[in-house]
């Protein structure tokens, strides 16, 4: 499943470019029009020669705007086999393209992953913060910051160790926790994340390090991943997972 979902056609390995829209209306590479973004949206601006289509394929033409809200994304615009993505990252609105036929698509044969190691399966127990904390991250881009909400913390024992890492939470009530750990820039991405059920009323948890996952920079430099917080800083090798891909 995870590879079929990283194979749709217009997913994150489809991924071409990553360019930000400035106050003047100008030209951007890979797609025609006019572009600019303001406080109040953003615009392009093209003409029927330009050959436009909405999402769906309908021919569009003339100036189209679109004003959306920090962290949001859609599919704004296509140029024959060209999505545009429009979104704003860090207070500024950007566009992302994704080609149906790109190379890292068409070329994909799966993730590699470690194998299967019962000893990255570890019980834990996770204590919610009084409120949850708001806090900025870096992300794989070094001009965007970002911010997280950090619900708890989730505690662990590891290589004889114990291990405290901080977690958010997803819509499911299921936790989110990503780390860095010694096997990076060596045999995975600069860092990594794994999900974890949500824990029962008591606060028991099973952390299954072999399902940790990449985040799409590991796949395209044209991602934006919010980074772990400092803390997230596994001392340990934690072989388990997947692999960075070649």
Not at 12 to 17: D, Y
Not at 156 to 179: H, I, M, Y
Not at 200 to 222: C, K, Q, V
Request: proline letters at 9%; hydrophobic letters at 35%; charged letters at 20%.
């Amino acid at each position: 499943m995870r590879d079929e979902g990283l194979a749709v056609p217009f997913g994150w390995l489809s991924l071409s470019s990553y360019q930000w829209l400035d106050a003047e209306p100008g030209r951007l590479e890979l797609v025609p029009g006019e572009w600019s973004a303001n406080a109040e949206g953003a615009k392009v601006t093209c003409g029927p020669s330009d050959r436009f289509t909405s999402p769906d394929g309908d021919p569009v033409s003339g100036t189209l705007s679109q004003s959306l809200n920090e962290g949001e994304s859609m599919h704004f615009v296509r140029h024959g086999q060209t999505l545009v993505e429009l979104g704003v990252r860090g207070g500024r609105y950007m566009i992302r393209t994704r080609e149906a036929t790109h190379p890292r698509l068409t070329g994909f044969l799966g993730v590699p992953v470690f194998d299967y190691d019962p000893s990255f399966v570890v019980p834990g127990r996770y204590t919610a913060f009084p409120v949850p904390k708001v806090v900025p991250i870096d992300t794989f881009r070094p001009d965007t910051t970002l911010h997280t909400e950090l619900v708890g913390e989730v505690e662990f024992e590891l290589d004889g160790n114990t291990r405290t890492l901080a977690a958010s939470q997803n819509a499911d009530g299921s936790l989110s926790v990503a780390f860095r750990d010694g096997t990076n820039g060596v045999q995975t991405a600069g860092w990594r994340f794994v999900t974890v059920q949500a824990p029962d009323p008591e606060g028991s948890l099973t952390i299954d390090f072999n399902r940790t996952l990449n985040f799409p920079m590991a796949f395209s430099p044209y991602a934006v991943c919010p980074a772990p917080v400092p803390g997230n800083r596994l001392d340990v090798q934690v072989r388990a997972g997947e692999l960075q891909p070649q």
